[in-house]
């Protein structure tokens, strides 16, 4: 029996997506919730699991298409698959409980069609499905021993080569996609930072090492050019300007960031504050033997800073609902890390914020990071946020003009620490010095409002043990 799965709506309202890469091929075999496609949407890199047990019959769609949601995207037949497994209420029957073959058989329901992501999940403690992955003609299939650290999500196995089954080397979708228009198998490539993630440079530098080749439409091998890629590469031989569609996260930040400037008046206030109390407390707990597994820096402090500013001026956060006609008032902190992907930024969220002590802010911080690097941060991570942090000094940057995430009362912009002469108790000093930029919507917040805020912030980081006095 032919079963087509059609894209689902992935639970953020957005009417397509764009497949990344599949996980399986037609003919192989494919078990229920097995992760057959990721997908791209305006917000984040979605895992798509097989509501069906079966045999792939036809992938109707190829790697970078747009898809509507409700578009079949793959089909399976699924004869004897379903049949095949028990039902848990089966499993668990006793046989003296059995119906009498004489019996008439009820009708089994039919199967709801899934409309989410994560339909039909596995039963805890359930092993996930292994893929296995397909050989590069003309290469010998890679070794245990090149393949890295993966994502903990996909386990793979090289054919009948090995049993063991090894993970697949951790990287994002443009790296992926790269490394298929080169032909570069990422299970060979080291990657070379220190997170472990296989960057465009590592797949760029191994393509020129091993002179790597990409498959032709027929199915044969063309020689690529070893150097590394540029803009004109990209754009073909000769161009001299480069194409890229916009879409996805790229879009989705355009349109939001638009629709923020045109919506909400901003206005932003700028704070130059003497923060070596809050360097030198860094610095001593760096030296804390107990805290050596916690990376708590400035962004930490200031996120800490943020949260008890805000319990203190709450029109900070809010959010302006224009149909309602109402002004929300936010009884919690939902806290904004932007992050800097290959895939444009994203701005998830630390729930209850408030709530954290500055080593678990510092842990959260920590853990969105890299799971922003990864190319995991799902929508649900991004949704819901009441104010937001951007730490534009991690480039060298003083000061900037943030835009307010919309639905947001504000966000603060940390510049970069510098050491610099500074006027400290009556006399000139070296200090270290930070910018503090804060944008806010006007429509909420007035200049006494966001000039008090910002100032109790940068109070914090002036010295730290003042947040022993706030609450």
Same mark, same amino acid.
């Given at each position: ?6 894209? !689902? ?66 089909? %399976?037949?699924?004869?004897? $698959? ?5 039902? !848990? ?22 199967? /709801?069609? *899934? ?13 996930? *499905? ?27 196995? %090289? ?18 996609? &790269? $490394? ?31 002179? =790597?080749?990409? !498959? ?35 879009? &989705?930040?355009?349109? $939001? ?7 909400? @008046? ?6 130059? $504050? ?34 008890? =500013? ?53 842990? =959260?911080?920590?853990? &969105?990071?890299?799971?922003?690097? /990864? ?19 991690? %480039? ?9 995430? !919309? ?8 510049? /970069?620490?510098?050491?610099? @002469? ?7 000093? &070296? ?18 409002? +966001?000039?008090? %805020? ?10 730290? +043990? ?6």
């Amino acid at each position: 029996m032919i079963q087509d799965f059609r894209l !689902p709506d992935l639970g953020e309202g957005l009417p397509e997506a764009e497949l990344v890469q599949w996980l399986v091929a037609e003919g192989d075999e494919v078990a229920l919730n097995q992760t057959i496609a990721e997908v791209e949407t305006a917000k984040a890199v979605v895992e798509l699991p097989s509501p069906h047990a079966g045999t792939v019959t036809a992938l109707h769609a190829a790697a970078g298409d747009v898809i509507a949601v409700g578009s079949v995207l793959i089909s %399976f037949d699924t004869q004897g $698959a379903d049949a095949a497994a028990p039902t !848990p209420a089966a499993a668990e029957a006793p046989a003296a409980t059995a119906a009498p073959a004489s019996a008439a058989p009820e009708a089994e329901p039919a199967k /709801a069609e *899934p409309n989410l992501v994560g339909y039909g999940a596995a039963p805890r403690g359930a092993a996930r *499905p292994q893929r296995r992955s397909r050989a590069v003609a003309g290469r010998p299939a890679p070794s245990d021993t090149a393949v890295l650290e993966a994502a903990p999500h996909d386990a793979i196995q %090289f054919g009948d080569i090995t049993e063991r089954p090894i993970e697949r080397p951790r990287s994002t979708p443009p790296v992926r996609k &790269l $490394a298929k228009q080169l032909g570069v198998d990422l299970a060979l490539i080291e990657a070379t930072g220190a997170s472990g993630i296989i960057t465009r440079s590592d797949v760029e530098a191994y393509a020129a090492r091993v002179g =790597a080749t990409a !498959p032709s439409s027929a199915g044969a091998t063309e020689a690529v050019d070893p150097a590394p890629a540029t803009a004109t590469q990209r754009g073909g031989s000769g161009e001299r300007t480069t194409r890229t569609p916009i879409r996805g996260v790229r879009k &989705l930040t355009a349109e $939001a960031m638009v629709s923020s400037a045109f919506t909400a @008046p901003h206005v932003t206030v700028f704070l130059t $504050a003497d923060v070596t109390a809050t360097t030198e407390l860094i610095a001593s707990l760096k030296n804390d033997r107990s805290l050596q597994d916690h990376k708590i820096g400035v962004l930490a402090v200031a996120a800490k800073a943020v949260c008890l =500013a805000l319990g203190r001026h709450p029109g900070l956060n809010s959010r302006w609902d224009d149909g309602a006609g109402e002004i929300v008032e936010h009884h919690y902190v939902n806290l904004g890390i932007a992050a800097a992907t290959g895939r444009g930024l994203v701005v998830p969220n630390i729930r209850d914020a408030q709530d954290l002590t500055l080593v678990e802010l510092a842990d =959260a911080i920590r853990g &969105l990071a890299e799971t922003a690097r /990864a190319g995991k941060t799902t929508p649900g991570d991004m949704m819901g946020g009441t104010f937001s942090i951007t730490n534009v000094g991690v %480039f060298g940057v003083d000061a900037g003009t943030p835009i307010i995430n !919309p639905g947001e009362a504000g966000i603060l912009a940390l510049g /970069a620490v510098r050491r610099q @002469p500074w006027e400290h108790r009556g006399e000139i000093a &070296l200090r270290d010095v930070m910018t503090l930029a804060l944008s806010f919507d006007h429509r909420l917040v007035d200049g006494e409002q +966001g000039s008090r %805020f910002l100032a109790d912030v940068a109070d914090v980081l002036r010295e730290p +043990g003042r947040a022993m006095l706030l609450r």
